[in-house]
Nanobody, 127 residues
Framework: QVQLVESGGGLVQAGGSLSLSCAAS????????MGWFRQAPGKEREFVAA????????YYADSVKGRFTISRDNVKNTVYLQMNSLKPEDTAVYYC????????????????????WGQGTQVTVSS
């Protein structure tokens, strides 16, 4: 089992940058694939990015490709999301999620495939 806690959200102007972190508890972090999702008011939760347990494979939604970077540190039990060139449409609550098999199953874009979730952190991009 793993517990996830996101941090780093806030208010930023369009074109700015933010870095999100997701700290995981437990000694098995390196056995989990990790994902970032976001949910705007009135919208469904949508996939943002995913990274394999070793960090050697990453996958991005088209809407963030080239602007966001997912990474992880298995010593610090933390996954990161660096967000650059932010747009007002990036405004949402951002969640990290964990599952052991999403990358192998190629189901990393589906929220229902993840077993563990953090509480979320708000990102607001002003125009």
């Amino acid at each position: 089992q793993v517990q996830l806690v996101e941090s780093g959200g806030g208010l930023v102007q369009a074109g700015g940058s933010l870095s999100l972190s997701c700290a995981a508890s437990g000694r098995t972090f390196s056995t989990y694939d990790m994902g970032w999702f976001r949910q705007a008011p009135g919208k469904e939760r949508e996939f943002v990015a995913a990274i394999s347990r070793s960090g050697d494979s990453t996958y991005y939604a088209d809407s963030v490709k080239g602007r966001f970077t997912i990474s992880r540190d298995n010593v610090k039990n933390t996954v990161y999301l660096q967000m650059n060139s932010l747009k007002p449409e990036d405004t949402a609550v951002y969640y990290c999620a964990a599952d052991r098999w999403v990358m192998r199953r190629a189901t990393m874009v589906r929220p229902s495939e993840y077993n563990y979730w953090g509480q979320g952190t708000q990102v607001t991009v002003s125009s």
